[in-house]
């Protein structure tokens, strides 16, 4: 007869192994920063100079996604922490076999005008060259793009000389916002002094005497050149209202019912869920994209210069949701809604809060390190 002895040191949990406890943090980690990079704030890296002198290229900021509300996933076969693809790979790190409806959560405050906010690009189907490609990824995978918000849905904007009106008011301009100008001089500017100026030389000519450069600069800075004796004149690089031979070409890119361009554009009344307009025959050259594609209807489409829904043509339309237009601080190097039109509710990500590191990439050891704007607040 055999007795069994109950030995408790065996009953105790074994220890695990190294390779378990290195699984079990790695798993932690990507779990905890999914969440948090979905719930609260993600990182981003500025890539170009859209948004110069407000945001710089290689700045590294945050973005808040708690203050408009959270995105619900749509696309939810997808490696964690990766956008488009494998880091370091083309290969596409989601499936799109599954998209779940888009809902948002709870926010604390709305989109509101002038604040800066990280969005899908939408793209535009009216836009009759590479760039449209909006229908190349799901909404929430779509490339981000970065500009200020300078109007919400139904709000009335236009454009005047580039100076933007919200609802017939000029809107106040970024700070550090910047323009083509160009500057004329009485002699030969050494490039060191653009450079103590902040100011972006862009090519120069010489004629009968005098010296012009065309510059990209912030106002402030075109007052302190306007201030040195050499120089005799410093005006803005202004396309006429009525100049037809720009070859910067605007949404919503027909020219029989619409003259627009970048400096001189509207007015464009944005898309506001709810509102209901006619479809004559201006609406829907400004709003058949909208309806046909971002306005979250299963069968619309337009043909024939008509718009049809369920195979039923339809002569007004109410939108289904709520639309903004984005436009870059560096004016006249971004591409913005001026050219792509307008940036659907459900494409907001979130409001760019601070920079938490900035790097100079023509900088050298110390000074490779932009260490002024270090957790500044984006304005």
Known sequence: MSEVVENKELKAAKKKGPIR???????????????????????YTIPTGSMEKTLLVNDFLFVSKVHYGTRTPKTVLQMPLTHQKIWFTEIPSYLDWVQLPNYRLPGFTHVKNGDVVVFNYPGCPERPDEYGGFDKYPVDLRTNYIKRC??????????????????DQPMANPPEMQK????ESNTSINPRLFSKYDVTERGSSQSDGKYYYAINATAGAVESLKNLDFVSNVYPDIIAADDKFTPYKTFPYNESLFSWNRDNFGSLTIPK???????????????????????????????DGKIFIDGKKVDEYTFNQNYYFMMGDNRYESDDSRYW????????VGKAVFIWMSINADGTFLNKIRWKRLFSLIK
């Open 150 to 167: 300078v109007g919400i849905a139904g709000d009335v904007i236009t454009i005047k000389d580039s100076q933007v009106y919200i609802n």
């Open 21 to 43: 406890e290195w699984f079990d943090s790695v798993l932690f980690a990507v779990v905890a920063a999914t969440l948090i990079r979905w719930l609260f704030l993600e990182a």
């Open 273 to 303: 869920k709810g509102m209901t307009i006619k479809l004559d025959e201006k609406n829907i050259a400004l709003y058949k994209g909208v309806i046909t594609t971002f306005d979250l209807n299963k069968n619309a489409e337009y043909k």
């Open 180 to 183: 083509w100008y160009t500057l």
């Open 341 to 348: 039109g307008y940036v659907p509710e459900d494409h907001v």
